[in-house]
């Protein structure tokens, strides 16, 4: 069982920046892909990152590369994402979720465990 907990999640102006955090409990968490979705207002949940169990490789949405980040730390079993030069439409529920298997990792259901989610709110 991996528990998450999303947090960092805020409300920021066009162009500013949020740093996302989740922590999970755990003891393999360090083994699994780890990923990032959102979900805005009547919109399916869309993938927006994942990063593989050692961190050396990330995958991003289109939508979001160049100005968002992910990154873990396994030592303290938290997992990042670095949103710069953010948008209205980055306006949505954030989830962190793990991928015990490491396949499909921009298909949300190919994660198993899930956060409660961390609100994010851009301005114009």
């Known amino acids: 069982q991996v528990q998450l907990v999303e947090s960092g999640g805020g409300l920021v102006q066009a162009g500013g920046s949020l740093r996302l955090s989740c922590a999970a409990s755990?003891?393999?968490?360090?083994?699994?892909?780890l990923g990032w979705f959102r979900q805005a207002p009547g919109k399916e949940r869309e993938f927006v990152a994942a990063i593989s169990w050692s961190g050396g490789t990330t995958y991003y949405a289109d939508f979001v590369k160049g100005r968002f980040t992910i990154s873990r730390d396994n030592a303290k079993n938290t997992v990042s994402l670095q949103m710069n030069s953010l948008k209205p439409e980055d306006t949505a529920i954030y989830y962190c979720?793990?991928?015990?298997?490491?396949?499909?990792?921009?298909?949300?259901?190919?994660?198993?465990?899930w956060g409660q989610g961390t609100q994010v709110t851009v301005s114009s």
């Open positions: 755990g003891r393999t968490f360090s083994r699994y892909v």
């Open positions: 979720a793990t991928n015990t298997r490491g396949l499909y990792v921009r298909t949300k259901g190919a994660y198993d465990y």
